[in-house]
């Protein structure tokens, strides 16, 4: 093939090298000005089949001298002859058997297009890629496992990371946590993200009760690697406001890992309130300063978000709505505890 040739592929390669721009050769799409030749592939694989230009119309509901000027269309784009004909008969040449198998290629693919539609129109099925922040990414990935059950023909990629381009990263459905949804998107708001000052019993007889913020740089801190805040924890209470440096004993980027940690009784953490609950209530974490609200970047409003729009993917929607209702239910009961 020459470096400049445009073509199609279809199930044995390369269909037609056609005159063209040279870097869609290694993309194998068909160029735009092109496009207007598909018909007349398709018109082309009906007249081979059907050994007849008025059978042939018949077939695709358009009269045969249409059918006809379709087929030197293809003829003419490809400067090659496919057809002998007579004004009684036709005969498909050496060239038009092979044109052909190709073209019958993109039939078929034409219309397995629309059997796959019927098909996904029966139920959700396919991948959907979640994204999820580091604060949520453990109660999410508890979820995920029921839903799998429920939908045995759904695959599920869970992405974990505080920003996400949908496109660019291919996400379908993302949890983000910010006071203002990103635009062009559908967001439906889920909770608000609180984070708990916490300490195990064992490291607050050690060490001491916590009385202030202030005396926090004292203490063995458990600090977030990538936390904007990581430096600094800030607090507020009914009439104060407190910025305190920290320096952090143990930092690590994964919150469960820091509530492993906390739960040892290494020293203070700021935990997702989602993940400490349970702990919180069992009485393995004690709430350290309650009376105090932590404020940091990683805390705000949760929304769910996934692209816009009335044909959105069933498996899509099953997911937001599976995951609106298990994770409005569970916030519920995160303050219990507290």
Not at 210 to 223: D, G, K, N, R
Not at 243 to 257: F, H, Q
Request: charged letters at 20%.
């Amino acid at each position: 093939m020459g470096a400049l040739g445009l073509y199609v592929v279809g199930h044995e390669g390369i269909v037609f090298d056609l005159q063209g721009i040279g870097d869609m050769e290694s993309r194998g799409y068909l160029p735009k000005d092109y496009v207007e030749i598909l018909p007349c592939m398709a018109a082309f694989a009906v007249v081979v089949e059907t050994g007849s230009f008025i059978e042939a119309s018949v077939k695709i509901g358009v009269t045969a001298s249409a059918v006809s000027k379709q087929v030197s269309k293809l003829e003419s784009a490809l400067s090659l002859r496919l057809i002998e004909r007579t004004t009684r008969s036709l005969k498909v040449n050496a060239e038009g058997q092979q044109i052909y198998k190709h073209c019958k290629s993109v039939l078929e693919s034409s219309a397995n297009v629309f059997r796959l539609k019927d098909r996904l129109a029966d139920g959700p099925q396919g991948l959907v890629r979640i994204g999820v922040p580091k604060s949520l990414y453990a109660t999410c990935s508890k979820l995920i496992p029921d839903f799998l059950s429920a939908y045995r023909d759904v695959n599920v990629q869970l992405v974990c990371g505080e920003k996400f381009d949908f496109i660019s990263d291919s996400i379908d459905v993302g949890i983000v946590i910010t006071d203002k949804p990103p635009e062009g998107m559908v967001a439906r708001q889920l909770f608000v993200v609180d984070f708990v000052l916490c300490a195990a019993e064992s490291y607050l007889n050690k060490s001491g009760l916590i009385s202030h913020p202030a005396e926090l740089p004292v203490h063995s801190c458990i600090t977030f690697i990538g936390d904007l805040d990581k430096q600094y924890w800030k607090f507020r209470s009914l009439d104060e406001f407190c910025e305190v440096s920290i320096p952090g004993r143990y930092l690590s980027d994964c919150p469960e890992a820091a509530l492993t940690a906390t739960i040892s009784g290494i020293g203070v953490s700021c935990l997702p309130l989602c993940l400490a609950h349970e702990a919180l209530k069992s009485n393995q974490l004690t709430n350290v300063l309650p009376e105090w609200n932590y404020k940091g970047a990683l805390q705000g409003t949760a929304w769910i978000v996934y692209p816009p729009g009335q044909l959105v993917s069933k498996r899509i929607k099953v997911m937001v709505e599976y995951l609106m209702s298990e994770l409005v239910a569970l916030s519920g009961a995160w303050s219990v505890g507290r």
